[in-house]
């Protein structure tokens, strides 16, 4: 079958924007659906997640022919090959409120971007935007303190490192120096406080709560002093990875802090590890300790 001749007009892609989304989109403009446009262009595939992750090759060169593109562009738009833990979303973790509504003064048509899919991604790669949650938040697991500003602007820095690393890991895990994952576990776990403290437990506080602390927030500077109330991400789980952005902007910025100095990281760890009750934390800490991967 002849590749279809290229279409005399082409709305022009979003930054990031998802094929599945650009394909929509163009169909809207000849008044067809997603379905028809790509029998038109003779693809052997129709749905929306086979489009944005599956493309055959030979799809994607009769897509570029009609698009008038090139194929290796047309590829880089589609979803990233990642880990079974780290795959994209089949539906937005996150939107960039900024992006959002430009494309919404664009076209009437949804936009659908590719990061906003990626657990890796905390910011929009287009305009910088710290990402915000698709829905309204929840209280059980939101604190509007953990959002103060001047503190999380802090460690937004600290964050794209951490991001990168999760990105790195999603895309190559062979070649990473350390599982992000395992390490975002191990900064989710909780220990004593209290019996860790070298302060005086009167001064501490002695209710459950504040006992109960995050490995965490021994790597990020000022996380214990907005401590409220759910004000710590719940643990990271592989059963469930999907966090609100603010949370996994605090977890990626820890575990960029917890892989800047490998001495400083082991003391700290070898010094917490009696008030780690979680039966993962020792085979973690003998991991980390025995690596020859430290930069
Ligand atoms: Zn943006």
Known sequence: MQPCRPLPYIPPAMPGELPSSWLRRIAAEYGVD?????????????????????????????????????????????????????RPTSVP???????????????????????????????????????SPTSR???????????????????????RVGARLLAD??????????????????????????????????????????????II??????????RRDNLIPAPWTSDKPVRLVTARTILLAGMAALLSSREKTLDLLTRVSSCVSHPGFGPLLTSLTSSADWA
């Open 34 to 86: 997603l379905r028809h446009l790509t029998a038109h262009f003779g693809l052997s595939v129709c749905r929306s997640w086979e489009i944005d992750r599956a493309l055959p090759a030979d799809d994607i060169r009769r897509i570029a022919v009609a698009l008038r593109t090139d194929p290796a562009e047309f590829r880089e738009m589609m979803h990233r090959a990642a880990t079974r833990i780290l």
């Open 93 to 131: 973790l996150q939107v960039c409120m900024q992006c959002q509504a430009g494309h919404r003064a664009a076209t009437r048509l949804p936009v659908t971007i590719r990061a906003w899919f990626e657990f890796s991604q905390i910011e929009c790669e287009h305009c910088r935007t710290p990402f």
């Open 137 to 159: 938040p929840s209280l059980t697991r939101c604190n509007p303190a953990r959002e103060e500003p001047v503190w999380f602007e802090s460690i937004r820095p600290p964050a």
């Open 169 to 214: 890991f999603a895309r190559r895990p062979l070649t990473s120096r350390f599982s992000p994952v395992a390490i975002l576990q191990l900064l989710s776990m909780r220990f004593d406080a209290i019996r860790f403290a070298t302060r005086p437990v009167g001064r501490c506080g002695a209710d459950e709560l504040f006992a109960s602390r995050r």
């Open 217 to 226: 927030e021994l790597f990020v500077p000022g996380l214990s002093e907005l």
